[in-house]
Structures are given as C-alpha cells and as structure tokens.
C-alpha cells in the first residue's frame, strides 16, 4: 500500500502551483472547498490509470475485488458523501500539505499549510457503475462541490 499512496502523493506535484495561487485563507480561518476530483482507479486488471480533468469514464475496463479510489479535495468540508449507483461506500484520507516550494504532498514532521485531503475509497467488491463524492465547504456560504466518474 505504502508503494501505491507514494505514486499517488507524487501526483500532488502538478498541482502545487495552482492550488498554492488558490489558497488565500488566513490563519485564523480554514479554506474553504474549491476542488473536488477523482485523480486515480486502480485495480488489478488495469494498475493505476490517472483521470484527466473533465474525464466522464474510466479509459481501463477495472475488475477484480479491490478497485481503489483516489480523490483530491482542496479545502475543507463538513459532510464528505461518497457512493457507487448511490451505495454508500467507505474511505480513508490522509491530509495534504503544501510547502514552500509549492508541493503537494501528504503531511508528516513539520506542516507548512494543510490544503484538504486524499480520500481513498475501496468498491469492497463492486465493479461497475457511478462512483460519485460530494462535500460541503465549513466556511460560508457553505458552498457543495461533486465529482462524479463512470468506473467501466
């Protein structure tokens, strides 16, 4: 697992810059949401495709009993949703930090700025259908953001 969260956290890389230039929160408030996207499926049948901005459907025909999840969400939210043809499904995440050099990665040691969060979601057995995740920003107005994608 370790090998896999390492490829997905150098993802994080390419979009320091531009989550860096988005983030204009104070210290004494959180950010709020501004992004939501699916970055990764992995499964046995396919390894690890990446998801391109605007992608409705995964490229890969993902099968097998542990098709995996990864989704960015910049910001901060209250009330994470996430399923697949509207059952719930279950996740992990881990923090995301920005450093100075404008990095993203997950945080450990020394944090220079939480930015949101990794979520990995496993289908625990589910192969197709509509994987969809929603969050509501913590700051007002209390915006909602959705991804969805198509897992083939």
Known sequence: MSSIKSKVVRVFGVFGALLLGAQAATAASAPPLTEIKVLKVQSQSCGLEDIAQ?????????????IKLYVLEVGYGR?????????????????????DNGNLT???????????????????????????????????????????????
Do not use: W
């Open 54 to 66: 605007g992608q409705a459907q995964t490229k890969c025909d993902h099968q097998g009993p542990n």
């Open 106 to 152: 997950e945080c450990s040691g020394m944090v220079s700025k939480i930015v949101g969060y990794l979520y990995i979601f496993d289908l625990a057995g589910k192969q197709r259908g509509t994987f969809t995740f929603r969050n509501t920003s913590i700051n007002a107005p209390g915006q909602s953001l959705s991804t969805q994608l198509y897992i083939k």
């Open 79 to 99: 009330s994470p949703q996430a399923g697949l043809d509207g059952a719930d499904i279950d996740g992990v995440r881990t923090r995301v930090c920005a450093y």
